[in-house]
C-alpha cells in the first residue's frame, strides 16, 4: 500500500527502487530532474509529491485514482505512479 511505501522511503535507493515498482524509466528520470530542481534528495522528492498530489489534486483525479486503484494488483505503486504524473503534467 501507499502508506507501506511512503514509510520505507528513507534514502535514495528506497525511492528509485520505488519508482522502478512502477515500471516505468522516463518516470524516474523526471522524478530526479524534479528532485534536482527542487534540491532535494529523491525520497524526499516522492514523499514532497504525494503530499503535493493529496492536498491539490481535484475531484476528478481523485475519481481517476479510485478507478485505477480498483483494477490494480498493487495500489500503492499505481498510486505512486499516478502522483508523479501528476506533477510532472503541472
Known amino acids: 500500500?501507499?502508506?507501506?511505501?511512503l514509510a520505507r522511503l528513507?534514502?535514495?535507493t528506497t525511492a528509485v527502487e520505488a519508482i522502478l515498482g512502477a515500471g516505468d524509466l522516463a518516470l524516474l528520470a523526471a522524478v530526479?530532474?524534479?528532485?534536482?530542481?527542487e534540491?532535494?534528495?529523491?525520497a524526499a522528492c516522492?514523499?514532497?509529491?504525494?503530499?503535493?498530489?493529496t492536498a491539490e489534486a481535484a475531484d476528478e483525479e481523485w475519481i481517476t485514482?479510485?478507478?485505477?486503484?480498483?483494477?490494480?494488483?498493487?495500489?500503492?505503486?499505481?498510486c505512486l505512479k499516478r502522483a508523479f504524473a501528476y506533477a510532472v503534467r503541472g
Open 10 to 12: 528513507t534514502d535514495e
Open 46 to 53: 516522492v514523499i514532497q509529491t504525494v503530499r503535493r498530489y
Open 1 to 5: 500500500m501507499l502508506g507501506d511505501i
Open 39 to 42: 534540491g532535494v534528495d529523491l
Open 32 to 37: 530526479r530532474e524534479r528532485a534536482a530542481a
Open 65 to 78: 485514482l479510485m478507478g485505477m486503484l480498483n483494477r490494480s494488483q498493487d495500489p500503492g505503486t499505481a
